[in-house]
């Protein structure tokens, strides 16, 4: 069974990332970003994700001449990882989807004070009902007409 290139919007991933150029995974490896991406996206520790670089530049070193051979060793790589991203992922989405939940219950109970509130101030400004059953005695000043 051969290995299935990954594939992203624009073809093969690998060579779009540039992984078949075995100068640039070299300069990836070395990068101090890609151990602090690495890092954040596996969720494991800046050090444990420049060990495990450190591991593949140790795979990639020998085989530095041969292209396909370095796309191999990096797509094994991150095979390898990509279960550990995926329960990083994972756990983000459920700690977001949790604090939304939180942030909906309290939107709701804001509501409800909200409508309690707005109901005592209407009851408030209208009458009462025997107010408006007893007639009311209107006093009008008398207006004189000058003639």
Same mark, same amino acid.
């Given at each position: 069974m051969g290995r299935q290139p990954l594939r992203g919007p624009g073809g $093969?991933?690998?060579?779009?990332?540039? +992984?078949?150029d075995p100068n640039r995974v070299m300069a990836t490896l070395d990068d101090p970003k890609t151990?602090?991406? +690495?890092?954040?996206?596996t969720g494991m520790?800046? $050090?444990?994700?420049?060990?495990? /670089?450190?591991?593949l530049r140790a795979r990639v070193e020998p =085989?530095?001449?041969?292209p396909a051979h370095v796309t191999a060793e990096v797509l094994d790589f991150l095979a390898q990882y990509t279960e550990r991203a995926k329960q990083q992922a994972l756990a983000a989405a459920a700690k977001a989807q949790r604090a939304a939940t939180i942030g909906s219950w309290i939107t709701f109970g =804001?509501?409800?004070v909200t /409508?309690?509130?707005?109901? =005592?101030?209407a009851m408030g400004g209208v009458p009462s009902l025997?107010?408006?059953?007893?007639?009311?005695?209107?006093?009008?000043p008398m207006i004189e007409a000058r003639g």
């Open positions: $093969d991933l690998a060579k779009s990332l540039g +992984f078949d151990a602090a991406v +690495f890092a954040a996206v520790s800046t $050090d444990e994700a420049q060990a495990a /670089l450190g591991t =085989v530095k001449d041969d =804001v509501m409800l /409508l309690g509130v707005s109901i =005592v101030g025997c107010r408006w059953r007893t007639p009311r005695h209107w006093s009008t």
